[in-house]
Every structure is written in C-alpha cells, then in structure tokens.
C-alpha cells in the first residue's frame, strides 16, 4: 500500500509531502490544478524514463520518493532479498533525482537502482488505469494484453512470442542459407578467425581499469618517492621537523599548568595531534617502501596496453567495447553455425514451430476460460449502468498460421441494446457507452489482480447523473478489499470518497514567482465546500451547497449500512 509521496521541485510543484491511507481516496480540483501531475510523479519513481523539462523551472534538480508497505506481498519481499534490497522493517522506498544536465539517479531502500528494477517493483506496487484507458481499448493489441492479464497468464503470453519470434528468425535464417550458403560460408570463416583473436587477447574490463591504474602509478614512482620522502623529511626528519617543534611547543605548555590550569586542554590536544602526525609518519614511511620504480613491469603494462589498443583500432572501436565485439561475433557465429548445414536449420525450424504452437495451444485454452468469464461479468455490470440488455463478448478469431500474439485475434464485441448483434467495439460504442463499458472492464479485472494500489485517472470522463453515481459506488465497493485512489471531476465519485483530497494553484507573487500547486485533506466542511463547487461551479448558493451536503450524508448513511 501507498503510504507516503514526497515530491520536490517537480513542474509546477514546489514541495509536496502526501500520507495516504487505505480505503478509496479521491482527488479533486479545478482543471489545470496539477491533479495529473501527482500521476506523472508516482509513473516517474515507479520505472518511466525521466525528461529535465519535467524539473521545475529555474531548479537544479527534482526529486520524488514514494513509501510503500510490502508486508502482503512475499513475492516482492522475496525479489527484494535476492536483489540486495530488502529493507527488515517491511518498507519499500523508492526514490528519483532528475537533475538538469539530464542525469538521473534511482533508488530502493537507499541502495543504486536501475530503471528496470524500478518498473519490477512498479508491477507488484501500482496499477494506474489512464484517462484514455477507454480509447486504448479500441486497440486489439491493448484488448489481447488485457485478456492475458485477466486470466493470469501475461508471462505465458511472452513466452509465446518469444517463442514465435525464434521461430520466424530461424525461418528468416533458412531463406537466408537458401539463397547466400556461399556467403555464408565465406562470413563464419572471417569470424571464426576473428573469435580466436579476440579470444586469444583475453580481454577484461576489469584487467583493463587495472592496467591503467597500475600504468598511471608506474610512470609516476619517482615523483611519488619525492614526495613521500619531502613529506618525512618535513614532518619528522629535518631540523625544523613539525613533530619536534610541536614537542617543544608541547614541553613548555605543560611546564606552565601547574600556573594556569586552563592549559591543559590545549596540551590535550596538542598530545592528539602528536600522536596523529606520528601515525602518519609510520605510513608513510610503509608506504615509501612500497613503492618500487620497476622499468621492467613497467614495460610489460605498455606492451599489453598497446596490444589492446592495436586490437581495437583494427576494429575501429574503443577498448571498452572489446567484450561486446566478443559476444558479437560468437552469437554470430553461432547462427552461422546452425545455418552451415540446410537439413539442420530445417530441423531447428520445425522445432521452433512445434513449440511455438504448443505453447500458443495452452495460451489458448487459457484465453477462452477467461473471455467467458470476463463477457459474462462485463456483461453482468453493463446493466447497473444504463445499458439494461446489453451484452459484451470477447470473441477469439483463429488464425491459422498464428503471429506474435498466439494463435487467434482478440476482439471485444458488444450489443449496447437487447435486439442488437454484437460487433467489434470500435465500430458501435458511442462515446458515453465506451466510457461505460472501458470502466466496468478496468473494475472487474482491477478485483481479480493482486496489486494493492489503484490509481484512477480521470477514467469516468463522458459519463453523468445517475450513472457516476453507480460508478463511486463501484469505486467505494473497490476500495474496502484495496487502496484505490480516483482523480475525478464528478461529484457523485468524489462524494464516495472515504477521504477527500483538493488540489489548488497558486498565481505567483512578489515572494514567490512561480505559480504552484498545493494539496490538502478536507474535513467535513471543506469538503461540503468542493463538492459544492463541482456542483454550481463558482457561483456557490445555500441550494447547492444544501444538495452537496445531501449528497454527503445521504453516502454517509449508505456506507454504515
């Protein structure tokens, strides 16, 4: 669960610090307030690559952390022991410095994080449903990841086209071979060579930070010895030493506090810088007789550097990429391997395709238990929102040869009316009835998943009366098993909350140049206020300010019953 967001110089955000609590939170404010800009920070710390004109202006940096409580998920807590993650008290801190020259810096729990371990996390934590959720849905490749996520079967669907693109590569490769065998052939003995040679070199990253290093100090030793040998000779071994004049300063001060007592704390310290010059005498006297000027290793660090550096120019490439060239060349060699024989690429090829069609026979069967689960509990919720006979079906249409996607195309299907026959979504929702069907498809599938939180954004755009009212209701119903929160102009949905939060902008102002955005919890007056508001606009009257109060009470009453 959410429980703290903390954003620093983030757009038109000066400094915000939000503790969020279980149950269903809505977020309101007039258009333009920076409500979406809360998502826009939360998508940030959860894996998006940052932009610097995200910083606000005229700042050096932007900074955003989000805490979140993992007790429930042992997977998670599991993934983050493995990583060298964890933190014992059951917390996730993620945290993100944009900063302006365009680097950006992440965190888990304290400890360096990259933006792929930020988005693993992400996927257990947050699962944030857009204002244009519903025009995504218009998608068949959006419809298709939305099935597999429903019947739980997501890696499955990866696995499948992974599986499909191995197969069309190994299908690519036996064109390939059929058409350039002689080319082929000529291309693996060039590389065959060349894998040796870089094989033979034996190059490391690490061997080669080391070797300049080590060449760095080498070519360095006399000056390093001169230094070390001024640094003795000044502390301790010439007449005007440091350590004996301060042993003479330290004699006479001591001679004198048996007349003034107040200098025993000067010799105090005196003696403790005595002792600490006469420690770093020792090392450095140790560390002089490290040092060895050694022409013979010194040549033998140059001789491997320049081969190194022969080698690389040859390639036309700088000595850090060595290792990739390696892995290059050996995965090329591989494929041109597998391609010297036809009669063998065939074999690997009807392999592929024999797993790719098995795997994609399971994804299959999958699909077709969750499409009648999901059309019959769309279809079951269309009719609480004024869509009394309507039905939804997600239908799957074979294809023979399969794609990247399995073995059949998605297709969400609907009848807005009892007498109408389904068609593709797409073609007969209208507006209204697509922001409709996009709401209860996005709740439905929100109940079955196990992510804690769940952010709403704008998603009951194009709908009204009644109806938004019916869709605060699911939203409340929502948030008593999970932590839902809802960014909503409707104020049937925010009068649902179980806590309320507005959203402001301020103008700038002699102090303060910039415009900003604030938030704040409402209490019960406050938010008669708002809801007020979102009813009569800015023109408040006792009449809508008596029917904000009624809306409230009336949900009040609901929710104790």
Same mark, same amino acid.
């Given at each position: ?180 065998? +002689?080319?082929?052939?000529? !291309? &693996?003995?060039? @590389? #065959?060579?060349?894998?040796?040679? /870089?094989?033979?070199?034996? *190059? %490391? =990253?690490?061997?080669? +930070?080391?070797?300049?290093? !080590? &060449?760095?100090? @080498? #070519?360095?030793?006399?000056?390093? /010895?001169?230094?070390?040998? *001024? %640094? =003795? ?329």
């Amino acid at each position: 669960m959410l429980q703290n967001l903390s954003i620093r110089n983030f757009i038109i955000v000066d400094h915000i610090d939000l503790h969020f609590k279980s149950g269903f939170t809505v977020l309101t404010g007039e258009t333009g307030a920076g409500k979406s800009i809360l998502i826009d920070a939360l998508e940030l710390v959860l894996g998006r690559r940052a932009d610097t004109s995200q910083i606000r202006y005229g700042c050096k940096r932007a900074e955003i952390t989000a805490q979140f409580s993992v007790n429930t998920i042992p997977a998670l807590q599991e993934w983050l022991v493995e990583n060298a993650l964890e933190d014992e008290t059951g917390i996730c801190l993620l945290r993100k410095i944009m900063e302006s020259g365009g680097r950006s810096r992440n965190f888990i729990n304290g400890h360096p994080a990259t933006l792929q371990q930020l988005r693993t996390v992400g996927e257990w934590l947050v699962d944030i449903h857009g204002q244009h959720a519903h025009q995504l849905l218009m998608h068949g490749h959006k419809q298709c990841e939305l099935l597999d996520a429903w019947a739980g079967e997501s890696d499955l669907a990866r696995e499948v086209a992974s599986a499909y693109r191995h197969w069309q590569d190994l299908c690519q490769q036996r064109l390939a071979w059929e058409q350039h065998s +002689e080319q082929n052939l000529q !291309e &693996h003995e060039t @590389l #065959t060579w060349q894998l040796q040679e /870089l094989t033979a070199l034996n *190059f %490391s =990253l690490e061997e080669w +930070e080391n070797l300049q290093i !080590e &060449h760095n100090r @080498l #070519t360095h030793t006399a000056s390093l /010895l001169e230094t070390a040998q *001024f %640094s =003795l000779e000044s502390l301790s071994e010439n007449e005007t030493a440091v350590l004996t004049q301060l042993s003479t300063v330290l004699t006479r001060l001591n001679s004198l506090t048996d007349i003034d007592n107040t200098l025993e704390p000067l010799c105090s310290q005196l003696q403790s810088a005595q002792i600490q010059l006469q420690e770093i005498v020792y090392e450095l006297k140790r560390y002089q007789q490290h040092l060895d000027i050694d022409p013979r290793r010194l040549q033998e660090t140059e001789t491997r550097i320049a081969a190194i550096h022969g080698t690389a120019r040859k390639y036309r490439i700088m000595p850090e990429i060595l290792p990739d060239l390696l892995e290059t060349t050996r995965q090329r060699l591989e494929s041109l391997g597998n391609a010297a024989s036809g009669e063998a690429l065939m074999k690997a090829e009807k392999s592929a395709r024999n797993n790719f069609e098995n795997l994609a026979a399971r994804l299959s069967q999958a699909r077709q238990h969750a499409a009648d689960q999901l059309s019959g509990l769309v279809t079951e919720t269309m009719q609480t929102l004024a869509m009394a006979g309507g039905r939804f079906n997600v239908a799957l249409i074979p294809i023979p040869s399969g794609n990247l996607h399995g073995m059949e195309q998605i297709e969400f299907q609907v009848s807005a009316h009892r007498d109408l026959p389904l068609r593709p979504l797409n073609k007969v929702a209208s507006g209204g009835e697509l922001s409709r069907i996009s709401l209860a498809i996005q709740v439905i599938t929100s109940k079955a998943g196990t992510v804690p939180t769940l952010i709403f954004d704008e998603v009951d755009t194009g709908i009204g009366g009644r109806i938004a009212a019916i869709v605060g209701k699911l939203l409340q119903q929502l948030g008593k098993t999970r932590q839902v929160m809802s960014i909503t102009h409707l104020p049937q949905v925010a009068a649902r909350g179980d806590h309320h939060w507005r959203v402001s902008k301020t103008s700038g102002t002699e102090d303060e140049q910039l415009p900003a955005s604030h938030i704040s919890e409402l209490d019960a007056a406050e938010r008669t206020e708002e809801i007020a508001r979102m009813l009569g606009g800015e023109n408040l009257t006792a009449a809508t300010r008596q029917h904000a109060a009624e809306m409230l009470g009336y949900d009040k009453q609901n929710q104790s019953t």
